[in-house]
């Protein structure tokens, strides 16, 4: 039963939209998002997913833990373009141990989806160098 209401916290409370103008340098000559910029918009909705639990990645290297990308997911569904105001949708996938997954929805202002993702990232003692449990400050602020 526990598990239960774990999954229904990550389905309902682990979310987080953001919104992200689109740049004149994030697009090629036709006024089209290069497909290598979605990935950054990822990582800008990884960095507001932790920043809405008071998380930063420079908090977390201070801890001594790094947070590299192992795998990333695109699909591509429609153009964004310069000047677009995008919303970003971000989900917890499931809870974290010692890899972080997450979900992306990009949306333009017409709430038409450009594009899916999805990206796994995993927690690197920055000391031992090697794979470790995601953070209890972590877990109690997602679980909280």
Same mark, same amino acid.
């Given at each position: 039963?526990?598990?239960?209401?774990?999954?229904?916290?990550? =389905?309902?409370?682990? @979310?987080?939209?953001?919104?992200?103008?689109?740049?004149?340098? $994030? !697009? /090629?000559?036709?006024? *089209? *998002?290069?497909? =290598?910029? +979605?990935?950054?918009?990822?990582? *800008?909705?990884? !960095?507001?997913?932790?920043?809405?639990?008071?998380?930063?990645?420079?908090?977390? $290297?201070?801890?001594? %833990?790094?947070?590299? *990308? %192992?795998?990333?997911?695109?699909? +591509? @569904?429609?153009?964004?373009? +310069?000047? /677009?105001?995008?919303?970003?949708?971000?989900?917890?996938? @499931? #809870?974290? #141990?010692?890899?972080? $997954?997450? /979900?992306? $929805?990009?949306?333009?202002?017409?709430?038409? &989806? &450009?594009?899916?993702?999805?990206?796994? &990232?995993?927690?690197? /003692?920055?000391?031992?160098?090697?794979?470790?449990?995601?953070?209890?400050?972590?877990?109690?602020?997602?679980?909280?």
């Amino acid at each position: 039963m526990y598990n239960f209401f774990i999954k229904l916290k990550i =389905a309902t409370m682990n @979310k987080n939209e953001t919104q992200i103008r689109v740049r004149y340098g $994030e !697009t /090629d000559q036709m006024g *089209v *998002v290069y497909h =290598a910029n +979605y990935a950054s918009y990822f990582e *800008v909705g990884r !960095t507001e997913w932790l920043r809405q639990y008071g998380i930063t990645y420079k908090s977390m $290297e201070e801890n001594g %833990i790094m947070l590299p *990308v %192992i795998s990333l997911n695109i699909k +591509y @569904k429609n153009s964004a373009r +310069y000047d /677009d105001l995008l919303t970003l949708k971000t989900s917890l996938k @499931k #809870m974290p #141990m010692a890899s972080i $997954e997450f /979900d992306y $929805e990009l949306l333009n202002d017409k709430s038409e &989806l &450009l594009a899916t993702g999805h990206t796994v &990232l995993v927690f690197i /003692d920055m000391e031992k160098n090697r794979p470790t449990r995601c953070p209890k400050y972590l877990l109690d602020k997602i679980e909280g």
